[in-house]
């Protein structure tokens, strides 16, 4: 519990150095546009096959468990477009996310310190935390909705893909599915959950992999650290942020 | 001019640093030497500021490095150039960016002076043929060359290095410290270098600081070294075999095998 609490304070005080005014705004905006391709755009295809396949994979599964003829066949559109919108464009894709761009952030970092990168940048004047952690988490906050906005697309062209080439609902059917009862606030709840969740994963990340201390083992285990936290923590703030913006 | 009094440093109730109290020369190349775990890593740390120390101060041409205000304490940082045992140099930077480092967040120079500056600190440090390459595509003899040329873009008044000839084979180490040292007369900078090499002793060592056990335990030149009466000194230069072998041709009457220049 005490050493939860330590930690717990060591990473608002790096957050506390890390969020202030950059040394030189030309160079952050560099940096930014670069980790929004690094972490973001270099993310966008991993986050498209795993829609199709899943929204795929959804309009099946629904398919088949409504048996009963009191329920209409468009419902499949509609709990495919609500599972895809409401949770895995948000939540699913941002435990993926801790996958892939966490421990990218945490193993960069770490191996940083560890070749005594960030020391030197310290020793030159350069506030480190600032200069690397912050670009980050600027770059993949802010296109965290665009990751978002495509996987719901692609989510649902992936059950349309289903309904188009196979006959376990047709086109028709679930396209009045999916536009069925539409409730534009559900995206607004969605792209605001995945926004705080790419805070917490570059965030968590960063901690992880800019207080290394040791060698290459340390490093992984860094990375396999910040993913293990980052996914505890989407799972719980994805309750909190429901509760809060659905109830 | 570096001046430090007193300096202690622990680690959890371990005394690591023992009153050190020494001045470091400008315009000189002052070595640390001393056994692997004698301190003098945690004192180069202390210098450089990535450690503070229990007790003691450093003062950088009379300013208390410890308790500079922040914006005075930045401005000093710019004046301090540090070559790191690795290199540490930034890994998706190229060479010429890495050196163009300090230039872009420190100087409000336009992007043309600053490449003019760092191509003239690359052709300085013979490099020149380099500057589009990434640090994992050059060798560890030119990774310390570019790492000096960055050390030296902001033209420091205060040289730090960390074991520069680590890694390194005879000749390039050679190299290296000639290097360093010709930088430290041309800038007429205060150079510290840490080290264990007895080569680098004997070639660059004008002024000497032996550390044992956290203590200061002698102080001089590279031409009084193998006179020394310090018995733990003495343990530590005499160690290899090459060393001996000069001291007994020397105690022979034989010409010193060392020019001291």
Redesign the interface.
């Known amino acids: 519990m005490i050493k939860a609490l330590h930690d717990f304070g060591e990473y608002v005080l790096l957050m506390y150095r890390t969020i202030s005014v950059p040394?030189?705004w030309s160079?952050f905006f560099k940096q930014v546009l670069k980790e929004i391709f690094k972490l973001g755009v270099d993310s966008l295809w991993i986050v498209i096959f795993i829609s199709i396949f899943i929204g795929a994979v959804i309009t099946i599964q629904v398919s088949l468990k409504i048996v009963s003829p009191l329920i209409p066949d468009f419902t499949v559109g509609y709990i495919g477009r609500e599972i895809v919108i409401l949770e895995f464009s948000s939540t699913i894709m941002c435990l993926i996310l801790a996958g892939k761009v966490g421990s990218n952030i945490a193993s960069e970092l770490g191996?940083?310190r560890v070749?005594?990168?960030i020391?030197?940048l310290?020793?030159?004047?350069?506030n480190s935390a600032n200069f690397l952690i912050f670009p980050k988490i600027v770059a993949f906050v802010c296109f965290i909705p665009v990751l978002a906005v495509f996987s719901m697309f692609f989510g649902i062209m992936g059950g349309y893909l289903i309904a188009w080439t196979s006959d376990v609902i047709t086109a028709a059917k679930y396209e009045f599915g999916i536009q069925y009862w539409f409730n534009a606030y559900y995206i607004t709840y969605t792209i605001v959950k995945s926004m705080v969740f790419a805070f917490i994963i570059s965030s968590i990340a960063s901690y992880f992999g800019y207080n290394v201390k040791g060698g290459a083992l340390q490093v992984g285990k860094a990375s396999t650290n910040s993913v293990v936290m980052s996914s505890v923590f989407i799972l719980t703030l994805d309750l909190v942020i429901t509760h809060l913006m659905l109830i | 001019m570096i001046e430090i009094k007193n300096i202690n440093k622990s680690f959890e109730g371990k005394n690591v640093l023992n009153n050190i109290s020494t001045v470091f020369d400008k315009g000189k190349t002052n070595l640390i030497i001393g056994r692997s775990g004698s301190g003098k890593t945690v004192l180069m740390k202390i210098l450089i500021g990535l450690l503070r120390p229990d007790s003691g101060e450093i003062l950088y041409d009379n300013r208390n490095f410890i308790t500079l205000p922040r914006r005075e304490l930045k401005k000093l940082r710019t004046e301090m150039g540090m070559l790191f045992q690795g290199s540490a140099l930034f890994d998706s930077m190229t060479v010429l960016e890495n050196v163009m480092f300090p230039l872009s967040m420190f100087t409000k120079e336009r992007k043309k002076e600053r490449e003019e500056r760092a191509h003239c600190c690359l052709e300085r440090v013979n490099l020149a043929d380099a500057i589009h390459l990434y640090p994992s595509e050059i060798s560890g003899g030119m990774m310390k060359r570019a790492a000096i040329a960055r050390a030296i873009a902001l033209n420091p008044k205060y040289l730090f290095c960390d074991e520069p000839n680590s890694g390194l084979d005879p000749k390039t180490s050679l190299i290296i410290d000639e290097l360093i040292h010709d930088i430290t007369a041309e800038y007429n900078m205060t150079t510290i270098i840490n080290t264990h090499d007895m080569n680098s002793v004997m070639n660059i060592g004008e002024k000497i600081i032996f550390i044992s056990d956290g203590q200061k335990a002698w102080e001089g030149s590279k031409d009084r070294i193998m006179t020394s009466s310090s018995k733990e000194l003495n343990d530590f230069v005499f160690a290899s075999d090459l060393f001996k072998r000069v001291k007994a041709m020397e105690n022979a009457g034989s010409p010193p095998a060392f020019q001291v220049n």
């Open positions: 040394e030189r160079v191996t940083m070749t005594e990168q020391d030197a310290e020793i030159m004047g350069v």
